[in-house]
């Protein structure tokens, strides 16, 4: 009796080892748990999006009151007081605003204006300004003027734009030492600003 005891475990490991029994790998539940979790992220992104977007639209329709602060009304008969700052900068860009021409720049006038200008600013009558178109002759040029006796200054249009022309003024055969701005106004050409010429 005693043996068959002692056969019956090893009958029955006989039993299973036939059986062969191993638990099998449960498929197919990644994915839906994934597309759930997938569903849940949109839904609360969405609700989120939508509630946000409702309250930015509610505080903009309606002014919404915080406990002890008092609310403004704006007042129709007060005006701002004015910054000194703010209007000292507005002088200075209305100063920079020009109007626009009424008649186009007459350029024929240009040297004239220049040459009352150099009178004016160096403070000699006789000053004779060129442009420097007469300097490439030089044996024409030094058979007209003297160059110790005579006060000569040259020029030339260093550029052109709509109303404003700047010319480079200088001794003749020497680098430009002045340059001067030059506005058409009023159906003439007016001095503007004068730069030195680094």
Do not use: C
Not at 8 to 17: I, R, V
Not at 90 to 108: K, L, Q, R
Not at 177 to 183: L, M, P
Request: net charge negative; no cysteine; glycine share 4%.
């Amino acid at each position: 009796m005693v043996d068959n005891e002692k056969d019956m475990p090893n009958s029955m490991e006989d039993e299973f080892a036939e059986l062969d029994y191993r638990p099998k790998p449960k498929k197919g539940l990644i994915l839906p748990l994934l597309l759930i979790v997938l569903i849940l992220i949109i839904v609360i992104v969405g609700v989120n999006y939508l509630l946000n977007d409702s309250d930015e639209t509610v505080a903009d329709e309606i002014e919404i009151e915080r406990p002890g602060e008092e609310q403004q009304e704006p007042s129709v008969d007060t005006e701002p007081e004015p910054d000194p700052e703010v209007e000292e900068e507005a002088d200075e860009i209305e100063e920079e605003i020009v109007p626009a021409p009424s008649t186009p720049p007459d350029y024929d006038l240009l040297e004239l204006n220049a040459h009352n200008w150099l009178i004016e600013r160096t403070g000699d009558g006789e000053v004779i300004m060129l442009h420097t178109e007469e300097l490439n002759d030089v044996e024409r040029f030094f058979e007209r003027f003297d160059l110790v006796e005579d006060n000569i200054i040259v020029y030339m249009i260093e550029s052109k734009d709509d109303q404003f022309v700047t010319l480079l003024f200088g001794l003749p055969y020497s680098e430009w030492s002045t340059k001067a701005v030059f506005i058409w106004r009023d159906d003439g050409w007016e001095f503007l600003r004068e730069e030195s010429v680094i």
